[in-house]
C-alpha cells in the first residue's frame, strides 16, 4: 500500500512561482473565452444579417 505524501508548506520563492503561473493561465483562459464571446457575437450578426436581407 502507498503511503500518502505528508505537505510541505511552500517557501516564498515557490508560493509566488504558483501565483505567476496561476496569473498566466488565467490570462490565457480569459483570452480563449473573450475570444469564444466575440466569435458567437459576430456569427449572430452575420446570420441575422442574411435573415433580414442585408443593409439596403
Do not use: C, D, W
Request: hydrophobic letters at 45%; a positive charge; glycine letters at 8%.
Amino acid at each position: 500500500m502507498i503511503e500518502p505524501r505528508k505537505l510541505e508548506p511552500m517557501t516564498p520563492e515557490q508560493t509566488e512561482l504558483y501565483r505567476q503561473r496561476q496569473r498566466s493561465r488565467n490570462k490565457v483562459l480569459g483570452i480563449v473565452l473573450i475570444s469564444f464571446a466575440i466569435l458567437f457575437f459576430a456569427i449572430s450578426i452575420v446570420k441575422i444579417t442574411a435573415q433580414t436581407g442585408g443593409a439596403g
